[in-house]
Each structure stands twice: as C-alpha cells, then as structure tokens.
Antibody
Framework: EVQLVESGGGLVKPGGSLRLSCAASGFTFSSYSMNWVRQAPGKGLEWVSSISSSSSYIYYADSVKGRFTISRDNAKNSLYLQMNSLRAEDTAVYYC?????????????WGQGTLVTVSS | QSALTQPASVSGSPGQSITISCTGTSSDVGGYNYVSWYQQHPGKAPKLMIYDVTNRPSGVSNRFSGSKSGNTASLTISGLQAEDEADYYCSSYTRSSTLGVFGGGTKLTVL
C-alpha cells in the first residue's frame, strides 16, 4: 500500500524557517517524481514545487522561488521542503504527492498533509 | 485568481447527474490532454478521480467520467450519492509554467 506521511509543520514567526519531510513507503520511491502542493485555510490547491526521480529536474512556483528548496533522499525514501524567509501568506496545509507514471501531469497519491502557520 | 475557472458550487439530488466545468485556454486545457480531477472531503487529502481527461484510476467508481471540448474540461458524476458531497478541483498541464495549474474548486452539495 502506498503511503506518504508528512511531518515538520508547526508555528513559525515571519522570516523564520521550517523543514518539512515526507516519508514514502509501499512503492519504489526512486522511480517517481514527487511534488509539494499547499492549501491555505479555506482556499484552493496550489502547486509549490516538483522534483524528478533522480533530482535532475526541479521546479518551483513563482511565489516560493528563491525561498523554498525541494530535495529528496532516495536511500531514505524521503522528500523534503526547506522553507526560508517565511511569510504570512505561506500559511497552509502542505501535501506531499506522488506524480503518476513518468511524463504524467497528475498526482495519484497524496499524504495527509502538515499544517504550517506563519504568525507573530 | 486561479488559472482555470470552475463554478463555485453545484448541487444535485441523489440519483441525478451533475457536471462540473473547468475552463482554461489553448495554453493549458485546450492544448493538451493532461486534465485531471481531484475530490477532497473536508479535512482530508485530495483524491485523484480522473487523469488525462478521461481516464479513471483503479478503484474509482465508473459513475465518475471526464471529457473535454475546446478549452473546457468537464467532470460528470452520475447516480449522485451522499458521499459524493465534497470539493472538486481540476488541474492541467500548462505551457505557461513548469508546474501545473489548478482550478479554484467547486463545492458539490447533494441535496
């Protein structure tokens, strides 16, 4: 069974940093691209970042470019999101999501999410 | 403002059929067959319901179907059931960005 479990969320002050983790199991993690998608309270979904299976291709939304860094450790079956210079508008539930088959543009499995709150 | 336009809400009675639209441009919905649909119940993670416009993942009820005409994609749910009440989001590949784009979401109410 595919499982994605996020951790690392919490309350942080504006300008602070936080590192999110996503532990994957039930599939060959190293074969799949992975994504971070966020959802602000009461709002819709927003793509945040994507990383290919071997980390060769990395993409960011304009809203987080230069502040967030996505990475993965295939030996540990883990995905990460380092978030720096956090702003109030980064407050959201952050989901880790597995991309479908190679070259696809959808996410077939999602974690339960971890809440990040940026507030003084 | 979301890149893809969805109605804020739709409703239907049990057993009826409803359709949720997702309107984009020739740079996204209209130009590629990479539209997907997600169902999200309150407090839960999104669940993939349709991918590549018309394909249903294993385990998703055949009451859910997808289609596309021009720049508008649609999700149709037939034989509405109470458990279908949820938010629905469309998403598409777009050549305007290296990441996909979502619609603003549609709240489905089963009367």
């Amino acid at each position: 069974e595919v499982q994605l479990v996020e951790s690392g969320g919490g309350l942080v002050k504006p300008g602070g940093s936080l590192r999110l983790s996503c532990a994957a199991s039930g599939f060959t993690f190293s074969s799949y691209s992975m994504n971070w998608v966020r959802q602000a309270p009461g709002k819709g979904l927003e793509w945040v970042s994507s990383i290919s299976s071997s980390s060769s291709y990395i993409y960011y939304a304009d809203s987080v470019k230069g502040r967030f860094t996505i990475s993965r450790d295939n030996a540990k079956n883990s995905l990460y999101l380092q978030m720096n210079s956090l702003r109030a508008e980064d407050t959201a539930v952050y989901y880790c999501a597995r991309e479908g088959s190679s070259g696809s543009y959808y996410c077939d499995y999602w974690g339960q999410g971890t809440l990040v709150t940026v507030s003084s | 403002q979301s890149a893809l336009t969805q109605p804020a809400s739709v409703s239907g009675s049990p057993g009826q059929s409803i359709t949720i639209s997702c309107t984009g441009t020739s740079s996204d919905v209209g130009g590629y067959n990479y539209v997907s649909w997600y169902q999200q119940h309150p407090g839960k993670a999104p669940k993939l319901m349709i991918y590549d416009v018309t394909n249903r993942p294993s385990g998703v009820s055949n009451r859910f179907s997808g289609s596309k005409s021009g720049n508008t994609a649609s999700l149709t749910i037939s034989g509405l059931q109470a458990e279908d009440e949820a938010d629905y989001y469309c998403s598409s590949y777009t050549r305007s960005s290296t990441l996909g784009v979502f619609g603003g979401g549609t709240k489905l109410t089963v009367l």
